[in-house]
């Protein structure tokens, strides 16, 4: 049991980061970006390719975090543009079809099968106390506390991490307002938000594939359904709720339902997240919050 908690505890890490970038994402636009598991999927061929290629780990991290970064960008753009010129319905079959999209250009730019990612020994056993450990927990558990700590110092000791923070806190949903707090501009403020959230979407890739040692093209759609499910059950915006209910659902995944012997189906875990992201819409409309403005 404890061994499987070990396991379930490295799952809901990289679970976590993809909760908190697409809370990160969620504070500025109001909206969730369903093309978020596309960036997951980069991080995973990035780090397949970086190991093919006798390349570190480090490397595959920072290839990760810059890729993402800047086709978070750019994706996320195109997506604001789309959101405001058309219904909403359009803007999330957008980032469905986004999604659809680059999978399909994985299969055919690398092909259908399944790669695995050959790069620590994971047969490299530490034993503390009870529990055994390899590299790769504590190489999972070692990059996940990395990164919540610079989040968690950046979203408190600087100006723009103090704005988007109470974007986060549900303090301001508009750009002036973000800016009368802290004197960050909009623009920046919304730039800032999906790069840091598409980096921590790279680096869970990163670290999902060299965890589990398996990347393939439909990886960012399989992953989709849990990344809504974090957002939605954590309560959108709030980002301590959304990297605990990774962490909790991760649990649950790896102890609970084998011990019930339940399945955890996708389809499931999909209705209850359009169950939430409906009551969650009746309420956002309720308080009329209005996406991030750029100016």
Known sequence: MAQQAIHSLSLGSIYALL??????????????????????????YVVWWTMRSNRSIGLALALAVLLCAVLGVGLVGWWRWVCARRPLQVSLLHGLGILILAE???????????????????HQIYHVGPLMFSDMHWLVFGCAFACFIALQGFLTTQRSGLALGALL??????????????????AWLWLLACAVGAALAGVSGVLAGL??????????????????????????????????????????????????RLPLPSEGVLLLALLLASLRGAVDRTNVRQPLKLG
Do not use: C, Q
């Open 104 to 122: 399909e250009a994985w299969r055919l730019f690398i092909g259908p099968y399944h790669r695995k990612v050959i790069a620590i020994d994971s």
């Open 19 to 44: 909760a908190a970038g697409l809370t990160l994402l969620y504070a500025t636009e109001r909206s969730l970006y369903l093309a978020y598991g596309a960036l997951y999927a980069m991080g995973g």
């Open 169 to 186: 806190e549900g303090k301001s949903a508009a750009g002036e307002e973000a800016e009368r707090l802290v004197g960050v501009r909009a």
């Open 211 to 260: 965890y589990i040692n398996d990347v393939h093209p439909a990886m960012g759609v399989d992953m989709t359904h849990k990344i809504i499910s974090f957002a939605l059950i954590g309560t959108l915006g709030n980002l301590r709720g959304a990297v605990l209910t990774a962490y909790g659902l991760a649990l649950a995944e790896g102890i609970l339902l084998p011990a019930l």
